[in-house]
């Protein structure tokens, strides 16, 4: 704990200390007052008591006055003396009834007073001198007088043991006060005496630290005069009061052109209102420190940027000016410009260019910027992509996204320049897919020199995309059936025969036709023959798996191909077929309503057994089909 904290520490003691003798004194006051009222009022009871002895005795003296005098004036004076005794008493009780011990004996003093007088009164009313006398000596036999010497001795003694006890509880607290006065005289010298050394070594410090503070004072201000930075100092109104040297010689002013002059003659004209502005914030708001950039206007004309920390200058808590230290930051402000001016023209660049434009970490999976045409493409604001947190999952389609992760990955080890184009589809913010045509290049490397962000350009082709399936369609699928043409059919049950083969599995495939579909042609028209193929179409995709294969072969003739599935299994599914063609009634329309059936042949393929053999062993069964009575199915042993 240090001096002038055990100096408190020893005063608030002392006030302590002091609290506790005046507590000690008001405590000692208030018991007095009550012990006095106690002894007088056990004065004032032994009053009462002298008075209750004197006032029996008196009774019983007159009484005996009767029965030697017979006189009944006696007789009067002893009832008299009696009504006095019990007037006492009553007094006596109420003045004890807040004392156990007396109110006891005056209950005792009553009984015998009372017990007097009944005896007394009883003797009265006969107004005989024998009944008197009995009465006395009823109350001689009772020891009447002793118990009531006895009752009114033990009060006395209560009363002289209060006395007693006031005396000793006197004794006790002087003595107490005088020891804790001797205690806070000897307190009161030590603390004055260590009060008068730390104010002598106080003063002491003082004057040492007036004497450094003045050498300090000396110091700082050839360390301001020689700084390399502006300081100066304004008044209240924002006149210069203070310029250093160094500040004169850089804006190249004579220290008569500045002291005395407003702060606002320096600072270029346009920006005079915004500085204005910025004191005057500072002054209402009481602002310790802020700090500002402003243009001033130096002696030569040349225009200067200054950064400043701006002080208030308090005197006895009063703001008396300002004190500011200002640093030239001229290029700063010109690199800031040209990076501004280079900023505006890329964001420019960025504006107009076709597509979206994009920096995308490959690291944190997330775009870095957007430009505006991404509102455009993806109905997204280039802020809200910025947000998307691992954009390759939660944007782009999932059949593309490992595509995506392999173009990213092979762009990590990409050289500097190189370029990588990619297609693949986004999720538009309104929910449906865009296909994008993406070229995408290095633009920034990690420490670990591997790229870490790229640049690139992606452009909407979702037309160009559909006009593509839509020519791939119309190339590989029957328009009226939507089932395979010809060419593709055999396209892929070519594939589908290399893999069972790879994978030593079977593929099966059936071969059918529309019964006696040119008599249907002649008959109704080619409109209701397009109307049986269509229907025969819709059959067949319903009947097949997703992993199938079937097409139009031509004419009426139709084949589809099961992978992995035997010959049995292929009956079945053509035995299905049949039966839902035959139900199917044609050329409603025409008020002439005709059913159809269809002819069915299933083949198996064997190992390393082209296609062709397949259909040819197809061809066979179909025959064999169409010779045993047609609408039926079978299947090539």
């Known amino acids: 704990m240090t001096a002038p904290r055990k100096i408190k520490a020893g005063f608030g003691a002392g006030c302590a200390l002091l609290s506790l003798i005046l507590a000690g004194a008001v405590v000692r006051n208030l018991a007095w007052q009550d012990s006095a009222r106690k002894v007088a009022r056990a004065h004032e009871v032994i009053e009462r008591l002298q008075e209750i002895a004197l006032a029996a005795t008196d009774a019983e003296a007159t009484a005996r006055a009767f029965v030697s005098s017979s006189d009944r004036r006696d007789l009067v004076r002893c009832l008299d003396d009696l009504n006095q005794a019990k007037q006492r008493e009553g007094d006596l009780e109420r003045m004890v009834s807040d004392n156990p011990t007396q109110h006891r004996n005056a209950l005792t003093i009553r009984r015998l007073i009372n017990r007097q007088a009944d005896a007394m009164a009883n003797g009265a009313r006969s107004g005989s001198r024998d009944n008197i006398i009995a009465a006395l000596s009823a109350l001689d036999q009772d020891g009447f007088r002793s118990g009531l010497g006895a009752a009114i001795l033990e009060m006395e003694n209560e009363q002289r043991r209060i006395v007693r006890d006031r005396t000793s509880f006197e004794e006790r607290t ?89 702060y606002l003659k320096l600072i270029r004209q346009d920006k005079r209102r915004r500085a204005e502005r910025f004191y005057l914030r500072q002054f209402v708001r009481k602002q310790k420190s802020t700090y500002a950039e402003f243009p001033i206007v130096d002696g030569h004309g040349v225009e200067r940027w200054v950064g400043q920390n701006v002080q208030l200058v308090l005197e006895s808590g009063v703001i008396a000016g300002f004190q500011a230290i200002a640093r030239d930051i001229t290029d700063r402000k010109r690199t800031e410009l040209e990076l501004q001016r280079s900023r505006n023209f890329i964001e420019r660049i960025a504006a107009t260019t076709p597509g979206i434009l994009y920096v995308h970490d490959l690291v944190d999976h997330r775009n870095i910027f957007s430009n505006r045409e991404a509102i455009a493409v993806l109905g997204y604001n280039p ?74 350009i992606s452009q909407d082709i979702t037309a160009r995309k559909a ?52 008599e249907i042609n002649d008959r109704f028209g080619h409109a209701a023959g397009d109307e049986v193929l269509e229907a025969i179409g819709n059959i067949v995709r319903a009947e097949l798996r997703a992993s199938d294969i079937a097409g139009r072969l031509g004419g009426d003739e139709f084949c589809f191909a099961l992978p992995g599935t035997d010959d049995n ?69």
């Not at 008044?235 to 040297?245: I, K, L």
């Open 174 to 262: 002087t003595g107490l006060g005088r020891t804790l006065l001797v205690i806070a005289a000897l307190f009161s010298i030590c603390l004055i005496s260590i009060a008068g050394w730390r104010m002598s070594t106080d003063l002491r410090k003082r004057a040492s630290a007036e004497h450094a503070l003045m050498i300090k004072e000396e110091q700082y201000r050839q360390v301001v005069e020689l700084a390399g930075d502006i300081i100066c100092r304004t008044d209240a109104q924002g006149r210069f009061t203070f310029f250093n040297q160094s500040a004169l010689a850089m804006l190249h002013f004579g220290e008569s052109e500045v002291v005395g002059r407003s």
């Open 383 to 456: 802020e809200d992509i910025r947000q998307i947190e691992n954009l390759d999952q939660n944007l782009f389609h999932p059949d593309d996204q490992a595509a995506i992760k392999a173009h990213h990955e092979a762009l990590r080890h990409a050289q500097d320049g190189e370029v990588r184009r990619l297609e693949y589809r986004a999720r538009h913010a309104a929910g449906h897919w865009v296909w994008l045509s993406t070229r995408e290049t290095p633009f920034e490397r990690g420490s670990d020199g591997l790229v870490k962000q790229i640049v690139g």
């Open 467 to 518: 006009a593509q399936d839509k020519l791939a369609y119309q190339a590989n699928f029957d328009a009226l059936t939507g089932l395979a043409n010809r060419y593709h059919f055999w396209t892929r049950l070519q594939g589908a025969l290399r893999r069972a083969s790879i994978e030593h599995s079977e593929t099966s495939i059936c071969l059918f036709d529309v019964d006696h579909f040119k």
């Open 569 to 637: 299994e292929a009956a079945r599914v053509a035995e299905r077929i049949r039966e839902r063609l035959s139900t199917l009634a044609f050329g409603m329309g025409t008020g002439s309503p005709f059913s159809v059936t269809a002819t069915f042949g299933v083949a198996r393929s064997e190992p390393d057994v082209d296609a062709k053999d397949v259909m040819e062993a197809a061809d066979r069964a179909l025959y064999r089909a169409k010779s045993a009575g047609r609408n039926r199915v079978m299947v090539e042993v």
